[in-house]
């Protein structure tokens, strides 16, 4: 059994349509544990940096204007193999393309406006937990 941690991000669209607590409820359903959680309004500058992977490509100036655009629950998340199983949750980028049931599929707008972010890789979970958490912020859970 391994226990892993993974990065989520409820995006502005999800916030801003209240639907904060129906994904934390898909979240801990699933059986994921969260071990950290704020509300963040994110600056240009930390948008840009989070998806710094991503600044070469034609979408980016509007990624960083919609993750900009409001508030945004960041938060991390425990659980067995997590960063593949929350992937799994959220399906695929474009909610035309998420299998039925997963998050994108029942709350996103649109291949933009898609309601979530979970690391793609445990490498990319510890960079990105760290970009808003500091150690002591997380909490054991048993
Ligand atoms: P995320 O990083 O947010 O979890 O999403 P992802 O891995 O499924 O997709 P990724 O390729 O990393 O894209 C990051 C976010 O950029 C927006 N996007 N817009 N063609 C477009 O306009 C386009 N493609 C991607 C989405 O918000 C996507 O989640
Ligand atoms: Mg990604």
């Known amino acids: 059994m391994t226990i892993q941690r993974t990065f989520s991000i409820v ?15 898909r979240i ?8 950290a959680a704020k509300m ?18 034609p ?3 509007e990624l960083v204007a919609f993750m900009t655009s409001g508030p945004v629950m960041v938060q991390v998340l ?13 399906g695929k980028t474009n909610p035309e393309d ?3 049931g997963t998050i994108r599929a029942d709350y996103a707008l649109s291949l933009r406006h898609n309601s979530i972010h979970g690391a793609d890789s445990p490498e990319s979970a510890a960079r990105e937990i760290a ?4 150690e002591d912020e997380l909490c054991a859970r048993d």
């Open 40 to 57: 963040l309004h994110l600056t240009e500058e930390q948008a840009q940096g989070f998806y710094a992977e991503h600044q070469e490509k």
């Open 78 to 90: 425990e659980g067995e193999q997590a960063v593949e199983r929350y992937r799994e949750l959220m």
């Open 28 to 35: 801990e359903k699933a059986g994921f544990k969260i071990v």
């Open 11 to 25: 995006k502005p669209d999800a916030v801003k349509r209240n639907l904060i607590g129906a994904i934390y409820n």
């Open 131 to 134: 970009y808003f958490f500091a």
């Open 98 to 100: 998420a299998a039925c």
């Open 59 to 61: 979408f980016f100036g």
